[in-house]
């Protein structure tokens, strides 16, 4: 402890040393840095020993949650048996094993996984693999890609050009050429014209993308990215039939569909595969966070052989990789994860709980504040409004008072990890690890409902 300062070593060196991501660091000019020493099941604790409920799994990922020793031992015994090697070229038995796992739990023809060390990675390289392949088929004007508003698909280059969320976006400007955005599927927010029915809904928001499609010339487009359910906006569920619509158009129009399940994969909607809840094949699947539940990093894609068969001809190569993809230590660690998954019925305990889930969140719709619950599995937004009759939502200054100033603070100091943002209406995100149970979503409950309470009388 510094005596002058009465700060520790540590945070003096957090402060002095270290960038934080998406962060804005003059909010920690008079305040400290919270630093998450340790984790075990579904908390984690603080420098002060302080504990709190990781309602956000870290961020979407710590599925099996924190402290399991026996996937921490598969990587380190890794490591002392072959700690590096790449996959350019070489292939190594934890990444065979792995693929072939993966391969076998995907649905339909899925069958080919490239893997990445990160989400942002997988949805860039199935942008470059879209690119390539049509190229190679003989449709090389296809280039362009199609998501949805206020969507986040990663901040690299080419991954945030697939982003819809403007104010990430305008700093990095120009992007690379080709983002197209269609509507989402937030019918709490749906126009007027369908507003009352959840499946017309759907059908516009899919159709949406066929007139996107039209509009840009189906010999421009490459793919559409689509997360089962989307984040970034507060947990917008598909209407019913729309991810079917969806299909239609991307196989009249040859243009590839992208399940983003960077988030959604690995049970956090009671499935191995959010697709599959849906009830949807998408042509390449990208995924990250859940495959290891963050022992190590790791992320990927799955693609059909249909989408690889080009690359296995002549001297045809797909031009792309990294270093890191595929680390034995990642392999290792994610197939340790698995295994945590069927020992346990993860799966199963995300379906048979989601309705306990669900319905506790839903208590809080007493509350002035709460505009709408929404979300599936163990996957929730709450978004928040000034008039619950009108749904009208804060303004910007309200917004960062509420958000910043209020409730992220609060909510932490109260000891819940969850997700407050604004990047589209203000909403409060809840992702907790799947191994939560009835006495976790009422503590969930029971902080946000003295927050929230807290927050109504500060507007
Ligand atoms: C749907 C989706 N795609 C891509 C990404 C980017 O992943 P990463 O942060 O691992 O690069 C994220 C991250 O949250 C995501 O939610």
Request: aromatic content about 10%.
């Amino acid at each position: 402890m510094n005596a002058e300062t009465g700060q520790s070593a540590l945070q003096e060196a957090a402060k002095r040393n270290l960038w934080l991501h998406f962060t804005r660091h003059s909010g920690y000019a008079n305040a400290d840095i919270p630093i998450i020493v340790r984790g075990e099941g579904q908390y984690v604790y603080d420098q002060h020993g302080k504990r709190y409920l990781d309602g956000l799994a870290g961020l979407f990922v710590s599925q099996i949650g924190h402290g399991r020793r026996e996937v921490a031992e598969a990587g380190a015994r890794q490591a002392a048996e072959l700690a590096y090697f790449p996959l350019w070229s070489y292939a190594h038995p934890r990444a065979v094993e792995l693929a072939e796992r993966l391969a076998g739990q995907a649905p339909g023809d899925l069958n080919r996984v490239f893997f990445t060390t990160s989400g942002s990675e997988a949805v860039e390289s199935a942008w470059k693999l879209a690119k390539q392949y049509f190229k190679l088929s003989g449709e090389p004007s296809r280039y362009k890609v199609l998501s949805r508003y206020i969507a986040y698909h990663g901040t690299s280059h080419g991954a945030l050009a697939v982003t819809g969320l403007p104010d990430i976006k305008i700093p990095f400007e120009p992007l690379p050429p080709g983002g197209v955005r269609v509507p989402n599927t937030n019918f709490y927010r749906a126009p007027n014209f369908v507003a009352d029915d959840i499946t017309a809904f759907g059908v516009w928001a899919a159709d949406e993308i066929e007139r996107a499609i039209l509009r840009e010339g189906p010999q421009s487009v490459a793919a559409v990215y689509l997360e089962p359910v989307q984040n970034s906006g507060g947990c917008f569920p598909p209407p019913p039939g729309y991810f079917q619509r969806v299909r239609e158009i991307c196989d009249t129009y040859g243009v590839l569909m992208v399940s983003d399940e960077v988030i959604c994969a690995f049970g956090r909607l009671g499935y191995m595969f959010g697709c599959e809840r849906y009830g949807y094949t998408p042509d390449i699947i990208t995924f990250a966070k859940g495959v290891t539940s963050g022992y190590s990093p790791m992320g990927g894609m799955m693609v059909s052989d249909r989408l690889m068969e080009p690359y296995l001809k002549d001297q045809h190569t797909f031009l792309h990789g990294v270093t890191f993809a595929g680390h034995p230590v990642s392999c290792a660690v994610a197939l340790a994860n698995l295994d945590v998954f069927e020992k346990e019925d993860l799966l199963g305990n995300v379906r048979s709980n989601e309705g306990a889930f669900r319905a506790t969140l839903e208590k809080l719709n007493d509350l002035p504040i709460v505009g709408d619950v929404r979300g599936d599995g163990y996957f929730y937004g709450i978004e928040l409004v000034k008039d619950k009759a009108t749904r009208l939502t804060f303004d910007d200054a309200e917004s960062e008072r509420l958000l910043r100033g209020f409730l992220s603070h609060a909510l932490f100091d109260a000891g819940l990890i969850c997700r407050a943002d604004d990047r589209g209406d203000p909403v409060i995100q809840l992702s907790p690890p799947l191994t939560c149970t009835q006495e976790h979503f009422d503590e969930m409950e029971g902080i946000l409902r003295g927050v929230l309470t807290e927050a109504w009388s500060h507007i």
